[in-house]
């Protein structure tokens, strides 16, 4: 069984600061992709950042320039530092790893607040 658990989240002010972590344990096969996706009451879930087995990543558009993704392979954990926070980024942010397998292990969400 795997197990995705995430922390960081809290309540922040706009312009500010905040980083979340995410860890798989469990009997994974080898990850793949590691990612942060998010969701806001009324809003579909959407991507936030993707970081690959190769170090590469991939962001929304809205988060481009203000998130960063990184990855320890060793540990099986995934950060995302998000900087000049807005109240768009109000959302529950929410971890998936995937496998070489193909399959997907989602993490249970943290809020974000964003509010002055």
């Known amino acids: 069984q795997v197990r995705v658990v995430e922390s960081g989240g809290g309540l922040v002010q706009p312009g500010g600061s905040l980083r979340l972590s995410c860890t798989a344990s469990?009997?994974?096969?080898?990850?793949?992709?590691m990612g942060w996706y998010r969701q806001a009451p009324g809003r579909q879930r959407e991507l936030v950042a993707t970081?690959?087995?190769?170090?590469?990543?991939n962001y929304g558009d809205s988060v481009k320039g203000r998130f960063t993704i990184s990855r320890d392979n060793a540990k099986n954990t995934v950060y995302l530092q998000m900087n000049s926070l807005t109240p768009y980024d109000t959302a529950v942010y929410f971890c998936?790893?995937?496998?070489?397998?193909?399959?997907?292990?989602w993490g249970q969400g943290t809020q974000v607040t964003v509010s002055s």
């Open positions: 469990g009997s994974i096969f080898s990850i793949s992709a």
């Open positions: 970081i690959f087995s190769g170090s590469s990543t």
């Open positions: 998936r790893i995937s496998s070489n397998l193909g399959d997907n292990y």
